[in-house]
């Protein structure tokens, strides 16, 4: 019987186009196991429910949205749809077989936000760093001096360059949404974007448990409310500490009209 790794490695290869699920089934996104085993999966709603199901409540028609480490970009293109024509996304992504995949989904998608694609890493500042490609999928790449025991090992390792969310804010329209998943470096991330922070966008953030005390005292002292954003709507309630599938979110974009 195959394991799990084994199964990942054989596959790789194959890239399949698949749709989104309902309510994103006008989307489609070309996938391979190089983002995960999930993705082969009958239906692609069971790849990360949670996430999609974020995507359909904290986007709205005409949102600018940030999705900082795209992987293969099914948040994206589910909020490409949620955002509508007159929206927008940044996928932002280092690893160069993604973003070939990304901008092939980004190509083959019409009539919702268009999906620009940054092949770049986001810091704590401008500059270069070492990108670790890992050996089980592409999903579990990280920075240097990051990652977590998901990799299985390390294939190669390249260099890319770093940019911060406050340099992106001088070269693309601020955010409504930001969604955050860099293997581990979600405190670099969160560190240089105080002034895209300022402006107190949704934030959506895969947190490490080791950082999740520094993440939760953050982005409480910037004026966000944080939830589990694996909970339903109805059973969320504010923690202090940021959970691992972290929602913030700030009075004032509560406030704005659906």
Known sequence: MLTRTALE?????FVMRRHLP????????????????????????????????????????GDVIWDIGANLGLF????????GPSGRVLAVEPDALLVRMLRRSAA???????????????ADDVGVARFHIARR?????HLDGFGTSQTGGIRATELVPTVTLDWLAAHFPMPGVVKIDVEAA???????????????PT??????????????DL??????????????????????????????????RSALPH
């Open 9 to 13: 490695r054989m596959t790789h290869r």
């Open 186 to 200: 979600e405190l670099k991330v969160l560190a240089g974007g105080a002034a895209v922070l300022g402006t107190l």
């Open 108 to 122: 083959a998608n019409h009539g919702h936000a268009p999906v620009e694609v940054l092949p770049v890493a986001v």
């Open 137 to 141: 999928n592409r999903s579990t790449s």
């Open 219 to 252: 982005l409480t002292a910037r004026g966000y409310t944080l939830y589990d954003g694996q909970q339903q709507t109805a059973r969320r309630i504010p923690v202090a500490v940021a959970p691992a599938e972290t929602l913030a979110i700030s009075d004032r």
């Open 203 to 216: 934030i959506i953030c895969e947190v490490a448990a080791d950082n999740a005390a520094a993440a939760g």
């Open 76 to 83: 994206s293109f589910a909020a490409a749809v949620t955002a």
């Open 22 to 61: 309902t309510p994103f089934d006008a989307a489609r996104i070309y996938v391979s196991t190089e983002g995960g085993l999930r993705y082969l999966r009958p239906s692609l709603g069971s790849a990360d429910p949670a996430l999609l199901r974020l995507a359909a409540e904290v986007v709205r028609p």
